[in-house]
Nanobody, 124 residues
Framework: QVQLAESGGGLVQAGGSLRLSCAAS????????MGWFRQAPGKEREFVAA???????YYADSVKGRFTISRDNAKNTVYLQMNSLKPEDTAVYYC??????????????????WGQGTQVTVSL
């Protein structure tokens, strides 16, 4: 069983930066595939980024070049560094985990474990 808890959300101005954290429990965390998703009001939950190993990362086109996903296995924590934030980035951000790397890594249905989310608001 893996439990996830997001933190680090808040209110920032457009062009600013924010770093989200996802603290995870479980002795097998280091072997899990990790992902970040977000959901804006009235919209479906969408893929943001995923990481399987130190060399394998994927990003949605909308955040490519601005966001970076990383992990610290010693701290059982996954991070999402968000730079050059835009109002369109406003959403609740969720971290997700799965014990098997999914081929369809961008699908919300590919991840077994989820956190409760943290709010990110980007103002003009």
């Amino acid at each position: 069983q893996v439990q996830l808890a997001e933190s680090g959300g808040g209110l920032v101005q457009a062009g600013g930066s924010l770093r989200l954290s996802c603290a995870a429990s479980g002795r097998t965390f280091s072997s899990y595939a990790m992902g970040w998703f977000r959901q804006a009001p009235g919209k479906e939950r969408e893929f943001v980024a995923a990481r399987w190993s130190s060399s394998i990362t994927y990003y949605a086109d909308s955040v490519k070049g601005r966001f970076t996903i990383s992990r610290d296995n010693a701290k059982n924590t996954v991070y999402l560094q968000m730079n050059s934030l835009k109002p369109e980035d406003t959403a609740v951000y969720y971290c997700a985990a799965d014990p098997v790397w999914p081929i369809n890594y961008a699908s919300r249905y590919s991840y077994q474990y989820w956190g409760q989310g943290t709010q990110v608001t980007v103002s003009l």
